[in-house]
């Protein structure tokens, strides 16, 4: 290659201005991470902090704790809320089938945690015609529950109570007649409206409030917790009409005596019969008894409230809703049912508060010991207040012979 040639190719291959600016900007930062370097050295993989590491692999793993807590509660919160709305509904509608009261009220909340007793009346009753009328009251019970003590006391009524001189039944008669004609006039409303203000003026209570329950609704809340277990303390053989009865004929059925596990229908007719083999067990006092056993037995299958009680409660509603009428809201219901298993019962016994005579129509009736006319309940009425007033003694009233 000649001198010529070669002076042109380094002319050629000489760098440019702006090649030796970018040439000189590259070396500038090799510079600069050559001292860096020299200033932090990479630390050593050993002496790595394992607190790093974990920071790392939770960042990695998913979201934090926190949310999904956040969302669990979240979840929980809507369930019981869902099914709150849900629970409430159903009381509503139950409310709405057997009561006269708003279902958003209550007349037992305030009382129960007074000092004034608080009196209801329960009866027991037939749609079906009988003697005297229809819907006459089988079954008459005064629950009477002290706030002071937190104790009930049942006070039975005898159905062949006398009742004279009352405006609610001008045509004088029993008291089971009270709940039927209280019917004609306006219904179940009225019926137990007039059996509360009837039995007010013979027991001297006041009797604020009233429940209702037929015999098929008695079968179907039997039937609805799978049936009841007793202690039935005799045995007794029952017939359903007086003529079998007086010819020894039982051919209604037969209770053992020991434990019995009772159907709805069976726990009705326990509950009921009157003409046994046994003179003790064919009273209205004994019948009394062992309605109040059925009663507790049922009490014990819904519980004491709470989550456990949800279930078998919703069960009887269904079983209740249309055969039960009442004054009480499904609330008070509620607040009343934690008194269905009572301390102590107080008998308008025979020989001591009411004595055995007869009506210008030969019938069977019981009037007041004591009294100055047939109108005066008062001896009745001082009969009741002394044995209330008396401190409740011994173990309920349910396990009882």
Do not use: C
């Not at 007794?236 to 159907?263: D, R």
């Not at 014990?300 to 949800?310: A, E, F, M, Q, R």
């Not at 102590?344 to 025979?350: A, P, Q, S």
Request: hydrophobic share 40%; no cysteine; aromatic share 6%.
């Amino acid at each position: 290659m000649s001198t010529s040639e070669r002076d042109r190719f380094r002319s050629q291959a000489s760098p440019t201005a702006r090649t030796r600016r970018i040439r000189a900007g590259a070396d500038r930062d090799d510079a600069r991470r050559e001292a860096a370097a020299r200033q932090s050295p990479e630390p050593d993989p050993a002496a790595v902090d394992d607190t790093d590491e974990y920071r790392v692999a939770t960042q990695r793993s998913g979201p934090p704790l926190k949310r999904i807590l956040f969302f669990m509660l979240l979840g929980t919160l809507t369930i019981v809320i869902v099914g709150g709305v849900l629970l409430w509904g159903r009381v509503a509608s139950f409310n709405d089938t057997v009561s006269s009261a708003p279902a958003m009220s209550t007349a037992l909340f305030g009382p129960l945690n007074g000092k004034d007793r608080v009196n209801v009346v329960i009866v027991g009753y037939s749609g079906q015609a009988k003697h005297g009328g229809t819907y006459l009251g089988d079954s008459i019970n005064i629950l009477s529950i002290d706030p002071a003590s937190d104790t009930t006391t049942i006070i039975p009524v005898p159905r062949d109570l006398w009742i004279e001189g009352m405006a609610d039944m001008p045509g004088n008669g029993k008291i089971n007649q009270a709940f039927a004609l209280g019917w004609q006039q306006g219904g179940a409303d009225e019926a137990g409206a007039a059996m509360a203000r009837i039995l007010s003026d013979v027991t001297g209570l006041r009797i604020d409030h009233w429940m209702a329950i037929d015999f098929d609704g008695f079968k179907e809340m039997v039937n609805a917790v799978g049936g009841v277990t007793v202690k039935n303390p005799r045995a007794f053989s029952y017939t359903w009409n007086a003529n079998s009865f007086h010819a020894q004929n039982w051919n209604g059925g037969h209770f053992k005596k020991g434990t019995l596990h009772l159907s709805g229908r069976r726990a009705l007719a326990y509950a009921r019969v009157r003409y046994t083999s046994l003179a003790v067990e064919s009273s209205d006092f004994a019948r009394s008894i062992r309605q109040q056993r059925i009663m507790s037995a049922l009490r014990s299958k819904v519980g004491s409230g709470g989550i456990g009680s949800i279930g078998p409660g919703l069960s009887l509603m269904d079983a209740l809703s249309g055969r039960m009428h009442t004054d009480l809201s499904a609330i008070d219901l509620f607040l009343l049912s934690g008194h269905l298993h009572p301390d102590r019962r107080i008998e308008m016994k025979e020989g001591v508060a009411l004595e055995a005579t007869t009506n210008t129509d030969g019938e069977y009736i019981l009037v007041v010991i004591g009294r100055q006319t047939a109108a005066d309940y008062q001896p009745l009425k001082q009969y009741l207040a002394t044995q209330l007033a008396e401190p409740v003694q011994g173990a309920s009233a349910s396990s009882g012979s």
